[in-house]
């Protein structure tokens, strides 16, 4: 089979998602507070802070601005630290892969398990920072359950572009280059802090290639209680980015463990 | 009857180096069959080729009657692995490793779980069910990495080095249960560089050198198709010289190595009768065994 053929699903993915959800079900608590501290004091400082100083920001208190951008960067941050050191640690750390290759599932269904399991802690921490918003009042729209899908298909994006990066990393160190180049301008470029229309225009186009941007130009009406405006177009970047990051990574993975 | 694992032609280069050389085996149902060779020979790679997890460049594998890689996934239902380094998962007890391993292979947890006290029991780890891999012995974890192997009954079973690392308990232990499990009628490919094993476990050996089969054969054959009968091996300061002026004249063959020099003789008598004489020199009469025969194979020199 050539490293390039067409992925083979199946749902064989099943047992190795059932793994990784039994190693989490013994650290869920720790887990679920590392979900919730990081989102939840810079939503709260900054909201906090600069929103006594801002009147308002893009027609809502700073707070509500701020709490559409802190559900998407956090899963993404999470998608991404899953795919990256923990999908890390299974491939090439603990050996997990190579032990679950040894069985009938194969490398596909492995790296497809991967995607779903950091979405699925995306979605666990969308969801989380959702219900802090929601208890402190700054969404009231029944639109913003649908900001759970969203931050499930946040996470199959991110999880899939993050795995390109496992896929290539020679050891841990080679991350920091993915988070400071690639994750922390996304989040100041992409509308988490302020609009990206405060953005000279070359920066807005940059900024309108980001998968970040289209999340939360999403986000933000959701949690207002709009519809958001070119629905179609957001979704459209983030499958896209989620389909081609998936192929990518998987004939990385293919070319590595071919060896 | 076909054979359980067949190569035909074998091979696989990295980079431009032959790993594996056109390769030629063919291993019988409940059959132990041992691939020995140095560091670098190739071992894992025809391993790896054999369980369909790599294509190789030229030639055709065959595992219980299936192409691999082709059929791989088909194949390796009916097959357990038992690799060269610990990958159980951390996180688990012995029985969670057990029971999420055997879901890889489409079993129930309920069929799972029947099995579980056998295994723990073949694997001597009943009281260890509920203990965190972290906290086993290495011994243990070798042994668990032996019952989960086990997990979905295969037919055949591959073991990369399987006791490297244990203490002798240890791999005495180990030895005991494949000898059990060759007993119950399935077939087992192993890699080793243990001599003691592969001469105590298999029966039928295959020496590897630069991804080249060199001699194939049951451990007796192997001594008697490619070495002398009895070794005499002389110690002492003096042994050099004593090597230089003497040794040519009562052995037919013999290497000097550091301050050991180790005659290869069909009748030792003579030898003996002429070294009891020599206050300088200490000596050790032995029958040839497989590391004799490796060593002649695959050279004395360090291979890394």
Not at chain 2, 39 to 53: E, I, S
Not at chain 2, 132 to 149: D, E, N
Request: with cysteine.
């Amino acid at each position: 089979m050539s490293i390039f053929a067409f992925p083979q699903l199946s749902l064989r993915f099943l047992p190795i998602w059932r793994r990784h959800w039994l190693v989490w079900k013994k650290i869920a608590a720790p887990s679920i507070l590392g979900h919730l501290a990081d989102p939840v004091i810079y939503m709260l400082g900054l909201g906090y802070g600069l929103g006594s100083l801002l009147p308002e920001m893009g027609g809502m208190s700073y707070m509500a601005f701020l709490a559409a951008g802190t559900v998407c960067y956090s899963t993404m941050n999470s998608a991404s630290f899953e795919a990256l050191y923990s999908g890390f640690a299974r491939m090439h750390e603990q050996r997990t892969w190579e032990a679950i290759l040894n069985t009938p599932v194969g490398l596909d269904d492995v790296v497809l398990s991967e995607i779903l399991w950091a979405a699925t802690k995306s979605l666990m921490s969308g969801t989380a920072v959702l219900v802090v918003i929601w208890v402190l009042g700054l969404s009231h729209s029944l639109m913003s359950l649908w900001m759970i899908p969203l931050a499930l298909l946040i996470g199959l994006a991110f999880a899939s572009i993050g795995l390109i990066m496992t896929a290539l990393a020679p050891a841990y160190d080679f991350f920091m280059y993915y988070f400071t180049l690639i994750i922390t301008p996304m989040m100041l470029l992409c509308g988490v802090f302020f609009p990206v229309t405060q953005l000279p225009e070359s920066m807005q186009v940059v900024a309108s290639l980001l998968p970040l941007t289209h999340a939360i130009d999403l986000a933000r009406p959701l949690m207002n209680g709009d519809i958001p405006p070119q629905t179609l177009l957001h979704i459209g970047v983030l499958l896209a980015y989620t389909l081609v990051a998936f192929y990518v990574s998987l004939v990385l993975f293919r070319r590595r463990l071919s060896r | 009857m076909n054979p359980v694992i067949q190569a035909i032609g074998l091979q696989k280069s990295y980079g431009g180096h032959r790993v594996v050389d056109g390769l030629d085996l063919s291993i019988r149902k409940g059959e132990c069959f041992g691939l020995l060779g140095p560091n670098g020979a190739g071992k894992t790679t025809t391993l790896r080729m054999l369980l369909g997890l790599i294509a190789p460049d030229a030639g055709r594998a065959m595992l219980l009657d299936l192409p691999v890689p082709q059929a791989a996934r088909e194949a390796r239902i009916r097959v357990g692995v038992v690799p060269q380094m610990d990958n159980l998962d951390p996180d688990f007890t012995v029985a969670e490793n057990l029971l999420v391993y055997g879901r890889y292979f489409g079993m129930k947890d309920s069929e799972v779980e029947a099995r579980i006290p056998s295994l723990l029991e073949f694997a001597s780890l009943t009281s260890k069910r509920d203990a965190k891999v972290p906290t086993l012995s290495g011994g243990m974890k070798r042994r668990l990495t032996l019952a989960r192997a086990l997990v979905n009954d295969p037919d055949v079973i591959f073991l990369d080095e399987p006791t490297t690392g244990l203490d002798p308990q240890a791999r005495h232990l180990i030895w005991q249960r494949l000898r059990a499990l060759t007993q119950q009628g399935k077939t087992l490919l192993l890699t080793t560089h243990f001599m003691d094993e592969a001469e105590r476990l298999c029966h039928r050996l295959a020496v590897m050198d630069n991804g080249k089969l060199i001699s194939q054969g049951s451990p007796r054959e192997l001594i008697e198709q490619n070495i002398e009968p009895q070794v005499v091996e002389v110690f002492g300061e003096t042994s050099g010289q004593w090597a230089s002026e003497h040794a040519a004249h009562y052995a037919q063959r013999f290497e000097v190595s550091g301050e050991s020099v180790f005659c290869y003789v069909r009748d030792a008598q003579p030898l003996v009768a002429h070294l009891q004489a020599q206050t300088a020199l200490r000596y050790l009469h032995r029958p040839a065994n497989l590391e004799d025969v490796f060593l002649k194979l695959t050279g004395r020199e360090m291979r890394e």
